[in-house]
């Protein structure tokens, strides 16, 4: 009798051919049904058994089988593990050609920016500045926004490195990466590394903008009211002459005259709200609030007539309290004191607008 598959069928019954009736080698369920089906005709040592493996135990031994079915599953399994650790390594292999490339390329645009910016940095939407702060404070504008921009680029980058990079291949879930020391160090170290670096530079450039001297060339009280402005020269009328005066009127700004070369002390003063004096060319503004007095200090440079603006939102007008400054050579400065201090306080009409030492086309225009 002969067993496959757990059923059971007669033998031939050619005596020449039972010599060679060994039934072939059956692998996995089959020779599991067939030992099943040997074991339930009562057929033993005369049958031929096959394992897993398609090993015939002609002496029908107990439990052969069985052991070289766990050999097989154990072999099995060692080939998949063996094949998994192949498949991870060519992961790893392939993903650290990609890293390479992408830290390649990182550094091939960051050459490539400092090489374009070798001739020089751009002031990012600033004026040129007229005054002796122009150097520290589009120094301190200009590294604040190239460190905004490299932030900006790094993020960008790793967004689109993780988009592409880990995009969905199947529907196998990727390895899972948490409590990633390093990772969090970095992310945590770096941001308090760079704040902490704007916020020294900022500090410290501030300390020397807002320093005041003792006995600065020039002295303006400047006033801001709704909706105009008044400037005060407090080191006038002292040998018995008017203290120089000029206040806007509606529909003329007012002018501020200034000597290029000599510092030039600001006290900004309100009797109603809060305005804020701003002239884009010094790279500068700074508030007038009723009740406190603000100062500050700066030496123009350059010789021009500038455009000067409220820049705090002071009420329905604020739109019209634009006013100007022009900035003159020393000598035509002391003429201009001369004959304000001889005459009475008047408004003086607003100028063309020009750009620092060429008197001919507009200021910035911010």
């Not at 009562?42 to 079915?69: E, F, K």
């Not at 992408?102 to 751009?122: D, E, F, H, I, K």
């Not at 969905?168 to 990633?180: A, F, G, I, T």
Request: glycine letters at 12%; a neutral charge; proline letters at 6%.
């Amino acid at each position: 009798m002969r067993s496959s598959f757990g059923r059971i069928r007669p033998a031939r019954a050619d005596a020449g051919e039972a010599g060679a009736a060994r039934p072939p080698a059956r692998l996995g369920a089959e020779a599991e049904s067939y030992d099943d089906g040997m074991a339930s005709s009562g057929v033993g040592g005369g049958g031929w058994q096959t394992s897993q493996i398609g090993v015939a135990d002609p002496a029908g031994t107990p439990g052969a089988a069985p052991m070289l079915r766990e050999a097989a599953d154990g072999a099995g399994e060692s080939a998949l593990e063996g094949g998994g650790r192949d498949a991870g390594i060519a992961r790893s292999s392939h993903r650290r050609g990609r890293v390479g490339r992408v830290t390649r390329l990182g550094a091939g645009l960051a050459v490539l920016a400092l090489t374009a910016t070798a001739c020089g940095v751009p002031n990012f939407g600033f004026p040129d500045g007229v005054t002796n702060q122009t150097p520290r404070i589009l120094n301190l504008w200009k590294g604040s926004a190239i460190a905004a921009l490299a932030v900006g680029v790094l993020v960008w980058g790793l967004i689109f490195y993780a988009i592409i990079a880990f995009r969905k291949r199947s529907d196998v879930l990727p390895r899972q990466v948490r409590y990633n020391l390093p990772v969090e160090v970095l992310y945590t170290i770096v941001p308090l590394v760079v704040v902490a670096g704007l916020f020294y530079y900022t500090a410290r450039d501030e300390t020397k903008i807002d320093k005041v001297s003792a006995n600065p060339d020039v002295t303006v009280n400047v006033v801001g009211f709704r909706w105009n402005w008044q400037f005060r020269y407090t080191d006038t009328g002292q040998n018995g002459g008017n203290v120089v005066e000029v206040t806007g009127q509606p529909g003329q700004p007012a002018v501020l005259v200034l000597p290029e070369g000599r510092s030039v002390k600001f006290v900004l003063t309100s009797p109603d709200v809060i305005h804020s004096f701003w002239v884009p060319e010094f790279l500068f503004k700074r508030d007038v609030v009723p009740g406190r007095i603000n100062t500050f200090e700066v030496t123009p440079t350059e010789t021009g007539t500038f455009i000067g603006r409220c820049a705090e939102l002071c009420g329905a007008d604020h739109d019209k309290m634009n006013f100007y400054v022009n900035v003159v050579p020393a000598d035509q400065y002391d003429k201009f004191i001369a004959e304000q201090e001889a005459a009475s306080a008047t408004a003086v009409g607003a100028p063309a607008l020009t750009t620092a030492g060429s008197g001919t086309t507009s200021g910035s225009g911010q």
